[in-house]
Each structure stands twice: as structure tokens, then as C-alpha cells.
């Protein structure tokens, strides 16, 4: 059994949720990290979630860990069986995670009251608008980032369209973009791992983390 360490309103432990919900596996999940805190023998050296472990594999960094799940149960399909489709799956999710940290910094400032100034906020809101365009461009005439089907590289960017396009701020008209948003909204397991209330302050936050303990 597979048994996902990390809190359900952690969007990189949503990475690794919804790509289990996508391969229909069996998992086992457990609440750690924020306001659950970290036990002794956590896995990772950083006590950031999620880590996983699956039989004798233990790893941690979300990226990594929805790379070895598609890899070893999602071929053809998460893990693509076309090199040149699984090149540009790789190649967007590197994306993710230099491009779109910006993200991260807006959500934690509006919500989670991440101590930064109105300007740098400004900031890092055009910077996400800058890499998204370049998303669009990338989602133009295809129904998601690699083509036709969905593939580890929506899963590790697609975690965060819920709270981009959720939050009170002002978004750039970007139809590609939003009309992929909408096809991950029909998706039963995005609905379900991704489309968790997460509040409008740091309290309704911590209250939200609660309220999910112990739900898979
Ligand atoms: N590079 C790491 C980053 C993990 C990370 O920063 N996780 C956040 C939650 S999204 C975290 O653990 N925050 C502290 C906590 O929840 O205790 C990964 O992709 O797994």
C-alpha cells in the first residue's frame, strides 16, 4: 500500500493525491506537516510535505515523487509513451518549479498572511501573469500541456490553477488557460484532491487544514 505523508490542503501533497485519484491506486494518507506537525522519523531532511513511501521507496519533492508514481503505474497515460510527449512533460514541470514560485508567494500573502510588502505582492502577481501567458501560448489548440490526454506535467501545474483562478485578484484573459482549467474542473479526482476550500485568511486557513484531517 502507498502511503502519502503530507497535509490534503498542501498543494504539492495535492501533486501526488491527485495523480493516485487519477490512476485509480489505493492509498493510505496521513496529516502532517503545518499545523499537524512532523513526527521524529519524517522522511525528509527539509519537514516539508509530501513524502511517500511505497514498499522499500521512501523519497520526498513532489515533483519527483508524481515523476516515479507515473512512471511506475501511470505508463501511457501520466508517463507518457511518446519520447518527444514525455520530453515536454519533463520540460514543464522543470517550468513549474522555476516559473511559477511566484505563485506561491501571492497565495501565502493574501491567505496565509506571508509578512511582504504590497509591492513585492504586485510584484510576484506579474510575474505569474507573464508565466501563464507563456502556458497559454504552450495550451493553445490542445486539450492539455503534452496534447490530447492529461500527463504528469498538468498534474504538477494543474494544482495550482484552483487557487489561481479562486483568489481575489485581477487575471490577464487567457482562454487556453482558462478553457484547460475547465477540463481539469470536470475531472472527478481534480474535484476531489484539488477543489478544497482553503478560506480568506489565516484562521479560516488553519480551520480548513482541520476540518480535512483524516479525509483521503
Ligand atoms: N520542493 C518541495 C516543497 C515542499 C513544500 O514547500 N511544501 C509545503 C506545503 S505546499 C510545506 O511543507 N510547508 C510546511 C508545512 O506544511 O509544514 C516539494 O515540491 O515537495
Same mark, same amino acid.
Not at 502511503?3 to 490512476?23: C, D, H, I, P, Y
Not at 496529516?31 to 510535505?49: A, C, H, L, M, Q
Not at 513532489?62 to 508524481?66: H, K, R, Y
Not at 500527463?151 to 481575489?168: C, E, S
Given at each position: 500500500? #502507498?502511503?502519502?505523508?503530507?497535509?490534503?490542503?498542501?498543494?504539492?501533497?495535492? +501533486?501526488? =493525491? /491527485?495523480?493516485?485519484?487519477?490512476?485509480? *491506486?489505493?492509498? @493510505?494518507?496521513q496529516?502532517?506537516? !503545518? %499545523?499537524?506537525?512532523?513526527?521524529?522519523?519524517?522522511?525528509?531532511?527539509?519537514?516539508?510535505?509530501p513524502?511517500? $513511501?511505497?514498499?522499500? #521507496?521512501?523519497? /520526498?519533492e513532489?515533483?519527483?515523487?508524481?515523476r516515479?508514481?507515473?512512471?511506475?503505474?501511470? !505508463?501511457?497515460?501520466?508517463?507518457?509513451?511518446?519520447?518527444?510527449?514525455?520530453?515536454?512533460?519533463?520540460? /514543464?514541470?522543470?517550468?513549474q $518549479?522555476?516559473?511559477?514560485?511566484?505563485?506561491?508567494? @501571492?497565495?501565502?500573502?493574501?491567505?496565509?498572511?506571508?509578512?511582504?510588502?504590497?509591492?513585492?505582492?504586485?510584484?510576484?502577481?506579474?510575474?505569474?501573469?507573464? %508565466?501563464?501567458?507563456?502556458?497559454? +501560448?504552450?495550451?493553445?489548440? +490542445?486539450?492539455? #500541456?503534452? !496534447?490530447?490526454?492529461? =500527463? &504528469?506535467?498538468?498534474?504538477?501545474?494543474?494544482?495550482? &490553477?484552483?487557487?489561481? &483562478?479562486? *483568489?481575489?485578484?485581477?487575471?490577464?484573459?487567457?482562454?487556453a488557460?482558462?478553457? /484547460?482549467? $475547465?477540463?481539469?474542473?470536470?475531472?472527478?479526482?481534480? $474535484? +476531489?484532491?484539488? &477543489?478544497?476550500?482553503? !478560506?480568506?485568511? @489565516?484562521?479560516?486557513?488553519?480551520?480548513?487544514?482541520?476540518?480535512?484531517?483524516?479525509?483521503?
Open positions: 500500500m #502507498i502511503t502519502v505523508l503530507g497535509r490534503r490542503n498542501s498543494a504539492n501533497v495535492q +501533486k501526488v =493525491t /491527485w495523480a493516485l485519484g487519477e490512476m485509480g *491506486l489505493d492509498y @493510505v494518507r496529516d502532517i506537516g !503545518g %499545523s499537524f506537525g512532523y513526527p521524529e522519523d519524517y522522511p525528509s531532511p527539509n519537514r516539508v510535505v513524502s511517500i $513511501r511505497d514498499g522499500e #521507496i521512501v523519497m /520526498w513532489s515533483n519527483a515523487c508524481v516515479y508514481l507515473a512512471r511506475r503505474y501511470g !505508463g501511457g497515460s501520466l508517463w507518457p509513451a511518446d519520447e518527444a510527449q514525455l520530453a515536454t512533460a519533463d520540460m /514543464w514541470m522543470e517550468w $518549479r522555476s516559473d511559477v514560485a511566484a505563485f506561491f508567494l @501571492v497565495f501565502q500573502a493574501l491567505i496565509r498572511d506571508l509578512p511582504v510588502s504590497p509591492e513585492k505582492v504586485a510584484q510576484a502577481e506579474a510575474t505569474c501573469t507573464r %508565466s501563464f501567458r507563456q502556458l497559454d +501560448k504552450q495550451l493553445s489548440g +490542445k486539450d492539455y #500541456i503534452c !496534447g490530447n490526454d492529461l =500527463t &504528469m506535467a498538468d498534474i504538477a501545474i494543474g494544482v495550482m &490553477m484552483f487557487r489561481y &483562478m479562486t *483568489l481575489p485578484i485581477e487575471r490577464a484573459t487567457l482562454p488557460l482558462e478553457a /484547460w482549467y $475547465r477540463r481539469l474542473c470536470d475531472r472527478p479526482a481534480y $474535484r +476531489k484532491h484539488v &477543489m478544497i476550500e482553503y !478560506g480568506r485568511n @489565516v484562521d479560516e486557513w488553519n480551520a480548513h487544514e482541520q476540518a480535512n484531517a483524516g479525509i483521503q
